[in-house]
């Protein structure tokens, strides 16, 4: 049996990531691959109810931290996890990163205390691409603003998303293995040229 993959789209809201998610669904499809697209928060049908409350409820920190790893756990035993097991390839519009991006640098939950909850929830498995979608804080707040319902991430003030994308470059930084940081702010066609390429090396 072939070997399935975990792909993951990670970036600040209105980085672009989604633009390009059904593009890699099909170029892989089309390679004869099964394919399964999922998204965090969400995944399950008990992941898309925690979805609402995290992105539309004022909680407490370490709440909303918790809630985000109890749907992943639910989310790796439903639907990656057999996935990968049956050689197909995931692709997972966020992941833990955007854990340690949203709840630690733009809401500076300790580092420490996500790092204790990744170890217990997914400690031998990690993607093996993530596609980081880069752009300017205003390149993002712009394509934001023309948006029609904002939830209540999308709604924080420029420092919020400075930290989140600083946490996301820090990952990018630290895990260069699996990290490939795309810049955002190019034609559509450009970047699924490149995303094409950097799939032919997984």
């Not at 049908?45 to 709440?63: D, F, P």
């Not at 985000?68 to 996935?83: D, N």
């Not at 993607?127 to 709604?155: G, H, S, W």
């Amino acid at each position: 049996m072939a070997s399935g993959k975990f792909i993951t789209f990670e970036g600040i809201d209105g980085a672009g990531k989604s633009t390009h998610i059904a593009f890699v669904a099909d170029l892989l499809r089309s390679r004869g691959l099964t394919v399964v697209t999922t998204r965090e928060p969400g995944g399950t049908e008990l992941g898309e109810s925690l979805r609402a409350m995290v992105l539309h409820q004022k909680m407490h920190l370490e709440t909303e931290a918790l809630l985000m790893f109890a749907g992943r756990r639910e989310h790796l035993a439903q639907v990656i996890e057999p996935a990968l097991a049956r050689g197909d390839w995931v692709i997972s519009d966020r992941f833990t990163d955007a854990t340690f991006a949203y709840q630690g640098g733009g809401r500076h939950l300790s580092l420490d205390k996500l790092n204790a909850l990744e170890q217990w929830v997914h400690p031998h498995l990690q993607p093996d691409l993530t596609l980081l979608f880069d752009v300017p804080l205003e390149v993002a707040r712009a394509r934001l603003d023309a948006e029609r319902t904002l939830d209540k991430f999308e709604q924080e003030k420029a420092d919020f998303f400075a930290a989140t994308r600083a946490e996301y470059l820090r990952r990018a930084a630290q895990f260069p293995q699996r990290f490939r940081v795309i810049d955002s702010t190019r034609a559509i066609a450009d970047i699924q040229q490149e995303i094409a390429q950097l799939l032919d090396a997984v």
